[in-house]
């Protein structure tokens, strides 16, 4: 259940994006996509299957439903909510008008490698690990809405800008980050399944980590997960690497992979 300023500001965004989708000018239609949105709508139910998001992303709905599963779990999310992607996950999707027959809207906020390296440069210290409740379906914070209201409009008055359209992303990385939803976007880009598990120990190195949280919040099962790390040639959680913390490594004992 979405509060009013939250309706409001979905309302606003919908204008915004339609202005961006109706536009004339090609530069203009261009202009979302090359600044790192992908603005998406569907009369009828549409299902896709085996989807890998080759860049961390934040899939918000603005009218009607999305469903997104992986081997081992799943979340549906309506307006004002959104889906927060680590990159390189597999997945199946499925986007649904509402039931008054609205066709489905929603917008994907994607954060590439050079984004991610910037905002750790300069949020790296105080923000590194992006909020330690790393969360795959969460409202979307009032910030984040105003920020990403404010840029379609920007989309839409101006042609493309490289520069700037990097800044924006690190300006709504940070908004997720304070509100501790970025964890998801901050795992390491393109990674080996034990890279993933490492950047995901550093991210809350005093959690009691288990074989079966690592593996939700890595978006798979636990077969899954041992069979890739066995295909890496890892054969233990332990020998991956991981930070100098002795409960951790203590905790790690239970997740260990044999032969």
């Not at 998001?53 to 004002?80: C, F, I, N, Q």
């Not at 999707?93 to 300069?122: C, K, T, W």
């Not at 839409?156 to 800008?161: F, S, Y």
Request: hydrophobic residues 40%; charged residues 20%.
């Amino acid at each position: 259940m979405t509060n009013g300023a939250v309706k409001s500001l979905l309302d606003e965004i919908l204008e915004a994006s339609a202005h961006l989708e109706n536009a004339a000018d090609s530069a203009l239609q261009s202009a979302a996509s090359a600044e790192g949105l992908g603005l998406y709508r569907c009369w009828r139910p549409q299902k896709i299957r085996d989807i890998t998001l080759p860049e961390a992303s934040v899939l918000l709905v603005l009218r009607g439903r999305k469903h997104l599963a992986t081997t081992s779990r799943s979340w549906e999310a309506g307006p004002g909510e959104m889906l927060v992607v680590p990159a390189g996950t597999n997945f199946w999707l499925g986007n649904y008008p509402d039931d008054s027959g609205q066709h489905y809207r929603g917008i994907a906020m994607r954060f590439s490698d050079e984004v991610i390296s910037d905002f750790r440069q300069l949020y790296g210290r105080e923000l590194g690990g992006g909020g330690r409740h790393d969360r795959w379906l969460a409202e979307a914070p009032l910030e984040l809405l105003h920020a990403l209201n404010q840029w379609l409009v920007w989309c839409g008055q101006r042609p493309p800008d490289s520069f700037i359209a990097r800044h924006r992303r690190v300006e709504l990385l940070l908004l997720l980050a304070q509100a501790g939803f970025a964890g998801n976007l901050l795992l390491p880009q393109h990674p080996s399944w034990s890279r993933r598990i490492t950047g995901l120990f550093h991210l809350d190195p005093a959690h009691p980590w288990r074989m079966a949280d690592v593996a939700s919040r890595l978006g798979a099962s636990e077969s899954t997960l041992r069979r890739h790390l066995h295909d890496e040639g890892q054969v233990r959680i332990d020998e991956i690497a991981c930070p100098k913390n002795d409960g951790l490594h203590a905790a790690l004992g239970v997740v260990a992979f044999h032969r």
